[in-house]
């Protein structure tokens, strides 16, 4: 079944346009007491979830902008993306 | 000290009419044989630059306004703004009007990147282009959701590509592509074999600019 990923900007496009980033971990975690191991994990592990998952995608042919998308792993189908518009919506609304 | 000479690296096999020396590019401004189009259009010669900014929005080029949305564009005076993303916009001087002007392309200011030499530049003009790009890409350029000109950032014949639409309007329809230069040849032969059973020609730069001129 062939990837179509929605660009915030370019809209639906090929996923094939797309270079993939990885799971949304999160923020970094704060380096006081940080332990190499606890490091460690945050870099490598993943939860590899069979399912609904939320991950980074680049448009590595296209506006060159990452985001992030929910992907549903078992239909390799997008469950939800989240528009720049919605985003600064929201961010004008967090500000408030 | 030497002139240096600039190349094209756009090759079109037709044979040149009428050709002029420029900012020391050679330009040909007419090919035997362009027929009554679609016609393809060498425009590697003309300034472009790339800029990049936090806050690119604020920053007015050549005293224009950068559109506020990506895939906006603007056309004033032979420059064309094209809004990429959140931080950076591309700028191309079509330069119909600006004869003699091609050595003062560069801004003071930080920020721009001169790109003239390291992409491609094409026009393709007529009718039936946009048939013609259907064969190359996905891109819907006919979507009603877009109104020239417009910016399209995507794959062309599987190359990324700049594609500009600046008019949608039937017979006088036209856009402007580019792409890292190293691709010039090859995009060059995909187009002219797409366009081929539209009778695609190379033209030369003065059906562009009479083209340009009347948008």
């Given at each position: ?14 996923g ?72 600064a ?8 | 000290?030497?002139d ?24 040909v ?17 003309k ?9 690119v ?159």
């Amino acid at each position: 079944m062939a990837l179509t990923i929605t660009c915030p900007i370019c809209g639906k496009r090929n996923g094939y346009e797309f270079r993939f980033g990885g799971e949304e971990k999160g923020p970094r975690p704060e380096e006081n007491g940080l332990t190499p191991e606890a490091w460690c994990d945050y870099v490598h592990l993943n939860k590899c979830v069979a399912g609904v998952q939320e991950e980074w995608w680049f448009h590595k042919d296209g506006c060159g902008l990452w985001f992030t998308i929910q992907r549903d792993t078992t239909t390799n189908l997008e469950a939800e993306t989240v528009s720049m518009s919605k985003l600064a919506t929201e961010n004008e609304e967090a500000e408030k | 000290m030497k002139d240096i000479k600039r190349v094209s690296p756009v090759k079109l096999k037709s044979n040149p009419l009428k050709t002029e020396k420029r900012d020391n590019w050679d330009i040909v401004m007419e090919y035997a044989g362009e027929g009554g189009g679609p016609y393809l259009v060498d425009l590697s010669h003309k300034p472009r630059l790339d800029l990049q900014n936090a806050d690119v929005g604020a920053i007015t080029p050549f005293g224009m306004t950068i559109p506020d949305s990506p895939g906006k564009c603007i056309l004033q005076d032979g420059l064309l703004i094209n809004r990429m993303n959140g931080t950076q916009a591309s700028i191309y001087n079509l330069g119909y009007n600006l004869a003699g002007q091609e050595d003062v392309m560069m801004p003071d200011e930080t920020g721009y990147t001169d790109v003239t030499e390291s992409t491609i530049c094409v026009a393709i003009i007529g009718k039936n282009i946009f048939s013609i790009c259907e064969k190359l890409t996905a891109l819907d350029f006919m979507s009603p959701e877009y109104v020239a000109p417009f910016l399209f950032q995507g794959p062309f014949s599987h190359v990324p590509c700049q594609i500009v639409t600046l008019s949608k309007a039937g017979d006088d329809s036209g856009i402007i592509l580019t792409c890292s230069r190293g691709y010039g040849r090859d995009m060059i032969h995909s187009i002219l074999d797409a366009g081929d059973e539209f009778n695609l020609k190379p033209a030369g730069e003065n059906r562009f600019s009479d083209w340009i001129s009347h948008l």
